[in-house]
């Protein structure tokens, strides 16, 4: 039986599935109600409106569902009672109207994970990238697995486990040397970790609620932070290291300044774990990504005025429940992973239009998500152990190389074209020169013209794929964090459930290669 229908319409021939609703007195509209309330209770949750829903073929995650049961709960007590049944259903005509009160911009997501779990031609759709340069594999020791990885410096990292442990790497030492060079013993399991960026501060979230800052140098802890007493899931600091941010398992977010112990600001911003934290580069904004499927944008500014810190949320950023990751790639745009096996660009511009870029072709949930600090690459890892790297504006980079192609044609064009005038004038002028230009002019039409054919086909794709695979483990990727090396290229370090790290180095001329791979 459908989901009832109360708008007046004629029956259906008996064996049609139509919504029976709009015939249905209220004894049987009664009926679907309890048939829904699976427990008995007399009321439905959240959980026997998700179930209803999926019967009827609306593709729908625990967070949509919830969005629903909200709209419905009018007294706000999180379940929803016959009374407030009966009045949805008297408003609301067909199934395809909850449907519509869910975001279409989520069933292009809940198509690729179905297509992920029941299509088997879905490996030649999303074929797997060429593998980039060896790992350099490093057995950390630790008794559980790791949680978070970090750079300090540029050949210095530091692994932390749910073991307790932070242990301290240099990369220059690891042939010879395969130890730690420095261990800190911390209270209880680690769930978080963050550092300033010259790596002398070390601030670590713990399953006990705690929030403390560490002296790398003398491996002793400098402030406790207060305002949590859930586990903490996440912690990151601004771009000046002047304020932290962290997000726990009971949804709330405190603000701090380094240097205190209470928080500056302490908001209820979940109904879930909160997975991760992030502020964009100018320390304004703070993105805060959730268990509860949302992001919600926060201005830091306001903190202590009167009006509202919160700028803006996007209710269903994943469209399978949990969002891990939330990263901003400049001040307007953020990237964002989760549970529906891919990644997602936000534009803070057009929130409530979707996401501006998808990225697909991964078949398991994405734990792990690092940006390069230009912003030009998307680092990945799932809960299955694949690791990608990824152009984090495909069709921007392709529209860059097709800029240059065009004004590099367009010189050696306008230098041939001199030439050809001097001939037609009967003035002298150098035949092979004229040859050489030529030959030159026709090899930069045909790279323009590749070009623009790679724009177009990225366009009508209307998704990213990974340009990149990685050595990886065989099980969860936790963490990924990327170092810009001063001579150029970079250095990710990669954290996992096999308590293993791994170093993957790149010179930067193997970056620049990355984005002329498009072609």
Not at 332 to 359: A, C, F, H, T
Not at 390 to 406: F, I, K, P, Q, S
Not at 470 to 493: F, H, N, T, Y
Request: glycine share 8%; with cysteine.
């Amino acid at each position: 039986t459908g989901l009832p229908n109360t708008s007046p319409k004629e029956p259906p021939p008996d064996n049609s599935t139509a919504d029976m609703s709009s015939y249905l007195p209220e004894a049987d509209l009664r009926g679907v109600f309890e048939k829904i309330d699976a427990d008995g209770n007399g009321v439905i949750d959240n959980n026997e409106l998700h179930s209803a829903m999926r019967l009827l073929g609306i593709k729908v995650s625990d967070n949509s569902a919830r969005r629903v049961l909200k709209l419905v709960d009018t007294n706000k007590s999180g379940t929803i009672e016959w009374a407030e049944f009966k009045e949805f259903f008297g408003r609301v005509s067909d199934t395809d109207e909850i449907k519509k009160m869910l975001s279409q911009a989520n069933h292009r997501y809940f198509d690729y994970k179905t297509k992920v779990e029941t299509d088997a031609n879905f490996e030649k759709m999303f074929g797997i990238p060429p593998f980039g340069p060896n790992a350099k594999c490093i057995d950390t020791g630790h008794a559980d697995q790791i949680e978070e990885v970090r750079w300090l410096t540029d050949s210095v990292v530091v692994t932390g486990s749910l073991d307790g442990r932070l242990r301290i790497w240099d990369k220059t030492q690891i042939a010879t040397f395969p130890k730690p060079v420095k261990e800190i013993k911390l209270d209880s399991a680690l769930y978080s970790m963050t550092s300033v960026a010259d790596g002398s501060l070390i601030v670590t979230g713990l399953g006990t609620g705690e929030l403390s800052a560490w002296n790398v140098a003398d491996e002793t802890p400098s402030v406790s932070y207060q305002g949590h007493d859930t586990s903490i899931f996440s912690c990151a600091f601004d771009k000046r290291n002047v304020r932290l941010a962290s997000g726990a398992k009971s949804g709330v977010v405190c603000l701090h300044d380094v240097q205190t112990r209470d928080p500056l600001a302490q908001w209820v911003a979940h109904e879930g774990i909160v997975n991760s934290v992030d502020f964009e580069h100018s320390g304004k904004m703070l993105c805060t990504g959730s268990s509860d499927g949302s992001i919600r944008i926060f201005d830091s500014r306001l903190v202590g005025a009167d009006k509202s810190s919160l700028y803006a949320v996007i209710e269903d950023a994943a469209a399978s429940e949990k969002v891990f990751r939330t990263r901003f790639r400049s001040d307007l745009e953020l990237i964002s992973s989760g549970d529906d096996y891919s990644i997602k660009r936000w534009d803070m511009r057009q929130l409530s239009q979707g996401p501006v870029g998808s990225y697909f072709g991964l078949t398991s949930p994405v734990r792990a998500l690092e940006l390069s600090p230009d912003g030009r690459f998307i680092a990945t890892g799932t809960t299955s152990g694949s690791a990608r790297l990824w152009l984090a504006d495909e069709v921007g980079a392709v529209a860059e190389l097709e800029n240059a192609a065009r004004k590099e044609y367009d010189t050696i064009q306008g230098q041939r074209q001199e030439l050809v005038d001097l001939c037609q004038n009967g003035e002298p002028f150098d035949a092979d020169e004229l040859r050489d230009l030529s030959a030159e002019a026709d090899e930069a039409q045909e790279k323009l013209a590749r070009l623009k054919k790679a724009r177009k086909e990225r366009q009508s794709q209307d998704c990213t794929q990974a340009c990149l695979a990685l050595d990886s483990p065989s099980m969860s990727v936790s963490s990924i964090a990327w170092r810009a090396l001063p001579e150029g290229g970079a250095c990710i370090a990669m954290g996992a459930h096999d308590q293993k790290l791994r170093l993957f180095n790149f010179k930067e001329k193997e970056l620049q290669a990355l984005g002329m791979n498009i072609l």
